[in-house]
């Protein structure tokens, strides 16, 4: 059981910045994607990488703002968020599953595991 713990989240004004963490022990093997969901709304997929690192996809909403990377040799996965908008407030869920798709706008049907979320607040 691959257990995911996101980590980053707070309260940030708009135009600033925030970095989410993702961790988990095992999880090399595994596409990685950034999901976020807010009360009412459906989730939807952020930004995905595969397992070596090379191979990315964004939401139109977040491309040229966000990036993700990935550290394999510490089993961590990052979320830079940069220039970010209050429409970017939302909990972000850190998800993995065993193939690489394109899964930016999507409720993230081919991810595994789930982490429990982290809640990012822009607000002046």
């Known amino acids: 059981q691959l257990q995911l713990v996101e980590s980053g989240g707070g309260l940030v004004q708009p135009g600033g910045s925030l970095r989410l963490s993702c961790a988990a022990s095992?999880?090399?093997?595994?596409?990685i994607g950034w999901f976020r969901q807010a009360p009412g709304k459906e989730r939807e997929g952020v930004s995905c990488i595969n397992t070596r690192g090379d191979n990315t996809n964004y939401l139109d909403s977040v491309k040229g703002r966000f990036t993700i990377s990935r550290d394999n040799a510490n089993n961590t996965v990052y979320l830079q968020m940069n220039s970010l908008k209050p429409e970017d407030t939302d909990v972000y869920y850190c998800?993995?599953?065993?193939?690489?798709?394109?899964?930016?706008?999507?409720?993230?049907?081919?991810?595994?595991?789930w982490g429990k979320g982290t809640l990012v607040t822009v607000s002046s």
């Open positions: 998800a993995a599953g065993p193939t690489y798709y394109y899964c930016s706008g999507t409720r993230g049907i081919g991810m595994n595991y």
């Open positions: 095992g999880f090399t093997y595994y596409a």
